[in-house]
């Protein structure tokens, strides 16, 4: 099983040619309100390839919370350990530009009030995987990960939105997930140079905090470093509509992919797909593969032959 410990979002989207500067106004599309929050996100996408999933986070007394959770429902995440807490659901204005690439404001409201102890409301098995993100109180997600761990389950940490972890803290993650950006910041945190490359960052990080460390790299595709071994895989090539939601994809469906039994090299390969696929359409939650989807795609790049 996987439990999916973070946050839930209402996303408010507008497409526009570029994004604004400070103090200019740019015409938008008709704005369209869409589930997301790096949790449900990835808790979704892992639905979506198959796993069995529980989604632990927090929305607000307010008409956001159902739509957030809409297609969380749909697809039958367990949402019974889903609190209500505070008047306001998380909201992220998202605008995404003629490129697909977006910014985003996040107003956190119930994700603010997320406790560690709620994880207790989910069963936690040996072997479990439990996913982490930055978008709830880190000191609350590093209590759910001490929890998770005394039950013997498998930590995955998305340092998304990056924020500067202690070293110490980050021993609570068995699998560190971050983008090439974050993987360069996190680096410079620790007092560590950045490599010359994605996979250089990360291979340094991996030694430094004897941990996995896997930094997805766009239409590059996805790097890990263990330890032991590199490992590399390609994106597909697609032309992006929205970048939005692609590294909660490859998080979330690596995730399935690992509580299935695959190795390391296979799940990362079926989700760096899975997250190319989730870049050709508008949106997070509406754009990510399911299943067959993400067969057919790895089948094709002859991932699975
Ligand atoms: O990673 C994408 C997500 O980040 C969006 O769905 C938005 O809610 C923001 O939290």
Do not use: W
Request: overall charge negative; some cysteine.
């Amino acid at each position: 099983m996987i439990v999916v410990f973070g946050s839930i979002n209402i996303d408010l989207v507008c497409r526009t040619d570029h994004h604004p500067r400070p103090g200019e106004t740019v015409p938008g599309s008709d704005y369209q309100l869409i589930p997301g929050g790096k949790g449900a996100n990835q808790a979704l996408a892992a639905r979506r390839a198959g796993a069995n999933v529980a989604m632990v986070g927090a929305v607000g007394a307010d008409d956001m919370a159902a739509a957030a959770l809409a297609e969380l429902t749909a697809d039958g995440v367990d949402l019974g350990a889903v609190v209500t807490r505070g008047a306001t659901t998380g909201m992220a204005i998202i605008t995404v530009d003629r490129h697909g690439e977006n910014t985003i404001v996040l107003s956190p409201g119930a994700n603010a009030r997320l406790k560690g102890e709620d994880l207790g409301a989910v069963r936690l098995g040996a072997g479990d995987i439990v996913l982490l993100q930055m978008e709830v109180p880190f000191a609350e997600s590093l209590a759910a990960a001490k929890a998770a761990r005394a039950a013997g389950a498998r930590i995955m940490l998305s340092i998304a939105p990056f924020l500067p972890i202690e070293r110490a803290a980050l021993a609570a993650a068995d699998i560190i997930l971050v983008n090439e950006t974050e993987a360069a910041d996190l680096a410079r945190h620790l007092g560590l140079a950045p490599g010359r490359d994605g996979a250089a960052t990360v291979a340094t990080l991996a030694r430094d905090l004897g941990r996995t460390v896997i930094a997805t790299l766009g239409g590059d595709g996805a790097v890990a470093a263990t330890g032991t071994e590199t490992i590399a895989v390609p994106a597909l090539p697609v032309d992006p509509v929205d970048t939005t939601g692609a590294g909660d994809t490859f998080a979330g469906v690596l995730a399935a992919f690992m509580d299935e039994g695959a190795s390391l090299a296979e799940a990362m390969r079926l989700a760096a797909s899975a997250g190319s696929l989730a870049c050709t359409r508008l949106g997070a939650q509406p754009s990510f593969p399911r299943r067959a989807e993400i067969d057919e795609a790895a089948n094709q790049d002859g991932a699975l032959a």
